[in-house]
């Protein structure tokens, strides 16, 4: 079950917000019946990337896992 403020993982890229799969985003919404969630996805200094609503096939929660950094350039 994923909460509210659950750190969870993408499972495939979207392109269009320059997200890739094993992103990590935060849940700051779960639609009733957890049919989707609103995810946030924001850079290490705190700015927005993008804010989506997804199924749960396209997140998983996050588990003993080691993050990484990427570069996603100057413009987010």
């Not at 639609?31 to 609103?38: C, D, H, I, T, V």
């Amino acid at each position: 079950m994923i909460k509210e403020l659950s750190l969870v993982v993408l499972t495939h890229s979207i392109s269009e917000h320059s997200l890739v799969a094993g992103d990590v985003g935060t849940v700051v919404h779960v639609y009733p019946g957890e049919a989707a969630y609103e995810v946030e996805f924001m850079t290490g200094l705190g700015k927005t990337i993008a804010v989506l609503t997804l199924r749960p096939a396209d997140v998983r929660p996050i588990a003993a896992e080691i993050l990484h950094a990427r570069s996603i350039g100057a413009s987010a």
